[in-house]
Protein backbone atom coordinates (compact mmCIF):
# COMPACT_ATOMS: atom_id res chain seq x y z
CA UNK A 1 0.00 0.00 0.00
CA UNK A 2 1.07 3.79 -0.52
CA UNK A 3 3.40 5.14 -2.81
CA UNK A 4 6.03 2.71 -3.91
CA UNK A 5 9.77 3.63 -2.43
CA UNK A 6 11.77 6.03 -4.87
CA UNK A 7 15.07 3.90 -4.22
CA UNK A 8 15.03 -0.05 -4.06
CA UNK A 9 16.68 -2.19 -1.17
CA UNK A 10 20.09 -2.80 -3.64
CA UNK A 11 20.02 1.01 -4.21
CA UNK A 12 19.79 2.14 -1.07
CA UNK A 13 22.54 -0.51 -0.09
CA UNK A 14 24.76 1.32 -2.74
CA UNK A 15 23.26 4.94 -1.05
CA UNK A 16 25.30 3.79 2.37
CA UNK A 17 28.88 2.21 0.71
CA UNK A 18 28.80 5.44 -1.69
CA UNK A 19 27.91 7.75 1.49
CA UNK A 20 30.27 6.13 3.95
CA UNK A 21 33.33 6.05 1.03
CA UNK A 22 32.65 10.11 1.13
CA UNK A 23 30.52 10.75 -1.47
CA UNK A 24 27.74 14.08 -0.56
CA UNK A 25 24.70 13.82 -0.29
CA UNK A 26 23.48 16.35 -3.29
CA UNK A 27 26.03 14.19 -5.60
CA UNK A 28 24.18 11.05 -4.45
CA UNK A 29 20.66 12.95 -4.97
CA UNK A 30 21.94 13.52 -9.00
CA UNK A 31 23.48 9.90 -9.26
CA UNK A 32 20.05 8.11 -8.47
CA UNK A 33 18.02 10.90 -9.72
CA UNK A 34 15.95 11.39 -6.18
CA UNK A 35 15.23 14.55 -3.65
CA UNK A 36 18.25 15.02 -1.31
CA UNK A 37 15.88 14.38 1.61
CA UNK A 38 15.11 10.68 -0.17
CA UNK A 39 18.64 10.34 0.33
CA UNK A 40 18.73 11.64 3.81
CA UNK A 41 15.54 9.72 4.90
CA UNK A 42 18.03 6.47 3.69
CA UNK A 43 21.27 7.20 5.63
CA UNK A 44 18.96 7.48 8.75
CA UNK A 45 17.46 4.54 8.38
CA UNK A 46 20.12 2.64 7.96
CA UNK A 47 22.00 4.30 10.86
CA UNK A 48 24.87 5.78 8.96
CA UNK A 49 24.99 9.86 9.66
CA UNK A 50 24.62 8.78 13.37
CA UNK A 51 26.85 10.89 15.54
CA UNK A 52 27.13 8.34 18.62
CA UNK A 53 27.29 8.83 22.41
CA UNK A 54 30.05 11.45 23.69
CA UNK A 55 31.87 9.14 26.11
CA UNK A 56 32.56 11.53 29.24
CA UNK A 57 35.23 9.13 31.12
CA UNK A 58 37.94 7.18 29.41
CA UNK A 59 39.95 4.09 31.16
CA UNK A 60 43.17 2.81 30.59
CA UNK A 61 41.73 0.84 27.72
CA UNK A 62 40.18 3.79 25.81
CA UNK A 63 43.25 5.22 25.62
CA UNK A 64 44.27 2.29 23.97
CA UNK A 65 41.33 2.87 21.43
CA UNK A 66 42.50 6.74 20.90
CA UNK A 67 45.41 5.81 19.83
CA UNK A 68 44.52 3.46 17.36
CA UNK A 69 41.55 6.13 16.24
CA UNK A 70 44.15 9.04 15.79
CA UNK A 71 46.13 6.59 13.21
CA UNK A 72 42.94 5.91 11.02
CA UNK A 73 42.04 8.07 8.51
CA UNK A 74 38.85 10.39 8.71
CA UNK A 75 37.13 12.08 5.66
CA UNK A 76 36.74 15.87 6.77
CA UNK A 77 36.16 18.21 4.41
CA UNK A 78 38.31 21.28 5.00
CA UNK A 79 36.67 25.15 3.51
CA UNK A 80 38.35 26.01 0.99
CA UNK A 81 39.42 29.48 2.57
CA UNK A 82 41.81 27.26 4.83
CA UNK A 83 42.83 25.25 1.61
CA UNK A 84 43.81 28.20 0.11
CA UNK A 85 45.68 29.10 3.55
CA UNK A 86 47.49 25.74 3.58
CA UNK A 87 48.34 25.45 0.01
CA UNK A 88 51.93 27.04 0.58
CA UNK A 89 52.68 25.74 3.92
CA UNK A 90 56.14 24.09 4.80
CA UNK A 91 54.69 20.78 5.95
CA UNK A 92 55.17 18.18 2.78
CA UNK A 93 52.10 15.57 4.77
CA UNK A 94 49.56 18.38 4.61
CA UNK A 95 50.11 19.72 1.02
CA UNK A 96 50.09 16.07 -0.48
CA UNK A 97 46.52 15.29 1.37
CA UNK A 98 45.31 18.89 0.01
CA UNK A 99 46.23 17.63 -3.19
CA UNK A 100 44.94 13.81 -3.21
CA UNK A 101 41.67 15.88 -1.86
CA UNK A 102 38.43 15.71 -4.06
CA UNK A 103 37.01 19.24 -4.43
CA UNK A 104 33.44 19.40 -3.32
CA UNK A 105 31.51 23.18 -4.52
CA UNK A 106 28.95 24.68 -2.52
CA UNK A 107 27.38 27.41 -4.17
CA UNK A 108 30.09 30.37 -4.36
CA UNK A 109 32.64 28.28 -2.30
CA UNK A 110 34.02 25.04 -2.20
CA UNK A 111 35.93 22.43 0.41
CA UNK A 112 38.07 19.73 0.12
CA UNK A 113 37.75 16.44 1.42
CA UNK A 114 40.70 15.10 2.82
CA UNK A 115 41.16 11.84 3.99
CA UNK A 116 44.18 11.44 6.49
CA UNK A 117 44.71 10.24 10.14
CA UNK A 118 42.85 12.78 12.88
CA UNK A 119 46.07 13.68 14.17
CA UNK A 120 47.00 15.56 10.55
CA UNK A 121 43.54 17.16 10.76
CA UNK A 122 44.38 18.99 14.19
CA UNK A 123 48.28 19.50 13.03
CA UNK A 124 46.64 21.14 9.75
CA UNK A 125 43.87 23.26 12.36
CA UNK A 126 47.30 24.51 14.29
CA UNK A 127 48.41 25.94 11.14
CA UNK A 128 45.27 28.20 10.15
CA UNK A 129 45.59 29.57 13.94
CA UNK A 130 45.87 32.86 12.09
CA UNK A 131 42.29 32.59 10.66
CA UNK A 132 41.18 32.50 14.05
CA UNK A 133 42.80 35.07 15.65
CA UNK A 134 41.24 39.35 16.46
CA UNK A 135 41.80 41.37 13.25
CA UNK A 136 41.06 38.22 11.24
CA UNK A 137 37.92 38.67 8.47
CA UNK A 138 34.82 37.06 9.42
CA UNK A 139 35.14 34.54 6.87
CA UNK A 140 38.53 32.78 8.05
CA UNK A 141 36.91 33.09 12.05
CA UNK A 142 33.78 31.31 10.65
CA UNK A 143 35.82 28.87 8.54
CA UNK A 144 38.62 27.89 11.13
CA UNK A 145 35.24 27.12 13.22
CA UNK A 146 33.44 24.94 10.69
CA UNK A 147 36.48 22.95 10.35
CA UNK A 148 37.59 22.45 13.84
CA UNK A 149 33.99 21.37 14.96
CA UNK A 150 33.90 19.00 11.99
CA UNK A 151 37.53 17.51 13.79
CA UNK A 152 35.69 17.46 16.71
CA UNK A 153 32.70 15.73 15.67
CA UNK A 154 35.05 13.02 13.72
CA UNK A 155 36.83 12.42 17.40
CA UNK A 156 33.74 11.80 18.91
CA UNK A 157 32.56 9.59 16.51
CA UNK A 158 35.63 7.00 16.94
Do not use: F, N, W
Amino acid sequence: MGRPAALDEDKAADVVDAYAKGAAVKALARRYDVAPKTIRRVLDAAGARDVGDIREDLAVSDIEDQKQVSEQSHAIDVPGLLAEHLRATEVAEIREALRSGRTIRCGRGYSVRVTAPLALHQATLKLCDALAGDGSAPAGRKAYRTYADRITVAARMS
